[in-house]
Nanobody, 127 residues
Framework: EDQPVQSGGGSVQAGGSLNLSCKGSNYMYASLCMGWFRQVPGKERELVARVNRGGDVTYYTDSVKGRFTISLDDAKNTVYLQMNNLAPEDTAMYYC????????????????????WGQGTQVTVSS
């Protein structure tokens, strides 16, 4: 079974930048949406950003708006998350994921609708 493969992440000081990338799975039918989630121990996984195929419709959770940018290279089947002005509260395990589900033509923000997951990568921001 093919799964997305992530790269990037690591440790950085507050105010720094990191870039995550994720090559999507190679199923017969390409996913409709790709997203980045994050999770800290003891808390639920939360959606950080997501983008539709075509890359023209994006969503960001409020806490990262203006700092993070999600982008998609359809030709490479790869989604990126550029994270700028990082803060200690951004520290988490980050996961990319794919969804084949749309609601009225829009990608979902529900974790359960994302069914193919990358292996996760740790992002640590020190103050």
């Amino acid at each position: 079974e093919d799964q997305p493969v992530q790269s990037g992440g690591g440790s950085v000081q507050a105010g720094g930048s990191l870039n995550l990338s994720c090559k999507g799975s190679n199923y017969m039918y390409a996913s409709l949406c790709m997203g980045w989630f994050r999770q800290v121990p003891g808390k639920e996984r939360e959606l950080v950003a997501r983008v539709n195929r075509g890359g023209d419709v994006t969503y960001y959770t409020d806490s990262v708006k203006g700092r993070f940018t999600i982008s998609l290279d359809d030709a490479k089947n790869t989604v990126y998350l550029q994270m700028n002005n990082l803060a200690p509260e951004d520290t988490a395990m980050y996961y990319c994921a794919e969804s084949w589900r749309l609601y009225a033509g829009r990608c979902s923000t529900k974790t359960d609708d994302y069914t193919s997951w990358g292996q996760g990568t740790q992002v640590t921001v020190s103050s």
